[in-house]
């Protein structure tokens, strides 16, 4: 338990407010009266509180219920309403208050509510409430912590001269007892930060820190969606580490001696952009970690050929809300978009482009993991990915292989209609996506024709677009040179030449196919080669027109003409619904 306030207890002495801080620095984020991106918070916990203060005013004790995802600045909003309102602080860590028993538990409550009354007026912060009122292991309720803990904070003691003020702090409000959270007159939340927020944390945390003079606050505030004052501070702290590593390799190749460190780490030194970006993509990695999506191989918008069009329906869904989002507050949002066309189209490769160029977390899912054998838990699972993509907002779902997710209910054949109940929870996540505006779902399919009919309705997968095939010699030469892009290719390689040698019908899977295999010859030649030690493997792989003209040769395109045919008809059919 920690005590702050300017207050200190002796016999015969009178408690009192504690007196306002003139010296408070408004720069400093930790001591500030309203520290930025936290001051909202901080004025509805004072407004919560204030009529608390006049003990003839309300009846019970005035409690706060402050929720707010880990590293939040819960504690910061609450020192600084304390600051506000003159009022001691008195900090309590609810798993230091669990027992064995539940008779030592509430004793130890007891003790703590009593405690509070000698400092008054003051604060009582309950740290980590959720752990209280559960039983020991940690399933079932604790009726009778609860119920004292009710009593404590519902109950007026009218000999009290001060009140007590009570805030119990959860990152968990969902495993709060719905007996304990009713106890609390009060429920403030901290949300995740908006890009304004993050700018304004950002600088006021940085005021004492040298920046380079590329850093900008604001696009790093554009970078850093989704983070907390936590994750703000440990990208400080990493930034600091990299320029510290930056400048000993730099200036010192031999290693410094502790004291020069020393000297050099009060000097200070600049942190330059090149180190909040390696500090960065080091927390976006935890951080996607954290929420289970694992890091997309980086694909950039040149790595795929053609497909311009859907490229720019995915960006309008995606981009344009995050950026105008006064436009939304007229309640046209469209939220889900369906890829549909034949396999190896690159359906998944626009997601993963989706992924790198949007600064947003992506939660790639496919259908089938997410079936499981247990009763409930398929449908538990599809509640998780779309509970993840909330905490991690803004953030894309990628459902790859959606038919076998959300067949059409009533059509599929197993007994206990499993996977009827899994569309109706997709549907149900789906709808409740509404209220979040910053959580988009990209359904990817081959066969959009088995889907469930409901998933097409507005306000879910609204847009269905559709990716064919390269069919032109045009649009097969953009793939093709997309897939080339990384090769070393002779200068005898004409691409153009090399598709007149393959099928007229071509997905941009067969073209990375024919890449491959060109590449599988060159190598074969190389190692012939160096066997011969006609060449070394330090010099280049280099691709020649023999290479392409043979894999050409060999070539088979995956999508023969009936199932194109029966592509088209869907496409048909979809365009004219
Ligand atoms: P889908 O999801 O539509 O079945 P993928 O996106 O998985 O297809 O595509 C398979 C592979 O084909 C990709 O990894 C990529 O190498 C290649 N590919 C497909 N379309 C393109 C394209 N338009 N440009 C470049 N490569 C492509």
Same mark, same amino acid.
């Given at each position: 338990m920690t005590f702050q306030g300017g207050f200190c207890q002796l016999v015969g002495s009178t408690n009192s407010t504690v007196p306002s801080a003139p010296a408070y620095n408004s720069n400093e984020f930790w001591s500030s009266l309203s520290p930025a991106g936290l001051?909202?918070?901080?004025?509805?916990?004072?407004?919560?509180?204030? /009529?608390?203060?006049?003990?003839?005013?309300?009846?019970?004790?005035?409690?706060?219920?402050?929720?707010? /995802?880990?590293g939040s600045g819960k504690l910061v909003a609450v020192r600084a309403a304390c600051s506000c309102l003159n009022l001691h602080l008195f900090k309590v860590d609810c798993v230091s208050l669990c027992s064995d028993t539940s008779a030592a538990t509430e004793e130890k409550v007891q003790v703590a509510f009593s405690q509070a009354q000698q400092y008054q007026p003051c604060v009582l912060l309950l740290k980590d409430l959720e752990v209280l009122g559960r039983d020991r292991d940690g399933l079932g309720e604790d009726a009778r912590v609860i119920a004292t803990l009710r009593q404590l904070l519902l109950d007026k003691d009218p000999a009290l001269s001060h009140p007590v003020l009570v805030i119990g702090t959860t990152c968990k409000p969902q495993n709060v007892p719905t007996?304990?959270?009713?106890?609390?007159?009060?429920?403030?939340?901290?949300?995740?930060?908006?890009?304004?927020?993050?700018?304004?944390?950002?600088?006021?945390?940085?005021?004492?820190?040298?920046?380079?003079?590329?850093?900008?606050?604001?696009?790093?505030?554009?970078?850093?969606?989704?983070?907390?004052?936590?994750?703000?501070?440990?990208?400080?702290?990493?930034?600091?580490?990299?320029?510290?590593?930056?400048?000993?390799? =730099?200036?010192?190749?031999?290693?410094?001696?502790?004291?020069?460190?020393?000297?050099?780490?009060?000097?200070?030194?600049?942190?330059?952009?090149?180190?909040?970006?390696?500090?960065?993509?080091?927390?976006?990695?935890?951080?996607?970690?954290?929420?289970?999506?694992?890091?997309?191989?980086?694909?950039?918008?040149?790595?795929?050929?053609?497909? +311009?069009?859907?490229?720019?329906?995915?960006?309008?869904?995606?981009?344009? /809300? =995050?950026?105008?989002?006064?436009?939304?507050?007229?309640?046209?949002?469209?939220?889900?978009?369906?890829?549909?066309g034949p396999p190896g189209t690159g359906k998944t490769l626009l997601a993963k482009a989706v992924a790198t160029t949007c600064t947003m977390t992506f939660l790639s899912v496919k259908g089938p993991e997410l079936i499981?054998?247990?009763?409930?838990?398929?449908?538990?699972?599809? @509640?998780?990915?779309?509970?993840?993509?909330?905490?991690?907002?803004?953030?894309?779902?990628?459902?790859?292989?959606?038919?076998?997710?959300a067949p059409s209910r009533g059509r599929s054949g197993d007994s206990g209609g499993v996977m009827d109940r899994v569309v109706s929870q997709l549907l149900a996540e789906l709808d409740g996506l509404h209220s979040s505006r910053e959580v988009f779902v990209i359904g990817a399919t081959n066969r959009p024709d088995l889907l469930d009919p409901a998933l097409l309705r507005p306000g879910r997968f609204d847009k269905l677009v559709y990716v064919g095939i390269s069919e032109d010699r045009e649009s097969q030469l953009q793939v093709l040179s997309a897939v080339t892009r990384k090769f070393k290719l002779d200068p005898s390689v004409n691409l153009t030449t090399i598709l007149d040698k393959c099928p007229a019908q071509l997905t941009?899977?067969?073209?990375?196919?024919?890449?491959?295999?060109?590449m599988m010859c060159a190598v074969k030649r190389k190692v012939e080669w160096i066997e011969e030690g006609?060449?070394?493997?330090?010099?280049?792989?280099?691709?020649?027109?023999?290479?392409? =003209?043979?894999?050409?040769?060999?070539?088979?395109?995956?999508?023969?003409? +009936?199932?194109?045919? @029966?592509?088209?008809?869907?496409? +048909?059919?979809?365009?004219?619904?």
């Open positions: 001051s909202d918070v901080v004025k509805q916990l004072c407004d919560a509180l204030r /009529p608390h203060l006049n003990r003839h005013a309300l009846s019970g004790v005035g409690s706060v219920l402050l929720s707010g /995802p880990s007996d304990l959270q009713t106890a609390f007159l009060h429920e403030v939340k901290i949300k995740a930060p908006s890009e304004e927020q993050r700018r304004l944390m950002l600088s006021m945390l940085t005021a004492s820190l040298p920046l380079g003079k590329e850093v900008s606050l604001s696009k790093l505030a554009r970078r850093t969606a989704g983070f907390v004052l936590g994750d703000f501070c440990a990208l400080l702290s990493h930034s600091g580490r990299a320029a510290c590593t930056r400048i000993q390799v =730099l200036s010192f190749p031999g290693g410094l001696s502790e004291e020069v460190e020393r000297d050099f780490c009060t000097a200070g030194f600049p942190v330059l952009e090149e180190d909040f970006s390696a500090a960065l993509d080091q927390l976006h990695d935890a951080h996607s970690q954290a929420v289970g999506a694992p890091k997309i191989p980086s694909v950039s918008w040149q790595d795929i050929g053609g497909l +311009q069009e859907v490229k720019k329906e995915i960006l309008d869904t995606i981009q344009l /809300p =995050l950026e105008y989002p006064e436009l939304l507050s007229l309640g046209l949002c469209r939220s889900g978009l369906l890829l549909y499981n054998m247990y009763v409930g838990q398929s449908e538990e699972n599809v @509640r998780n990915v779309f509970a993840r993509a909330r905490a991690a907002a803004p953030c894309i779902i990628f459902f790859d292989e959606l038919d076998s997710l941009g899977a067969d073209i990375y196919a024919l890449c491959s295999d060109a006609l060449d070394t493997e330090k010099s280049a792989l280099i691709l020649t027109m023999e290479d392409f =003209l043979q894999a050409a040769a060999r070539l088979q395109p995956s999508v023969s003409e +009936q199932e194109l045919l @029966r592509y088209r008809l869907i496409q +048909q059919k979809f365009a004219a619904s």
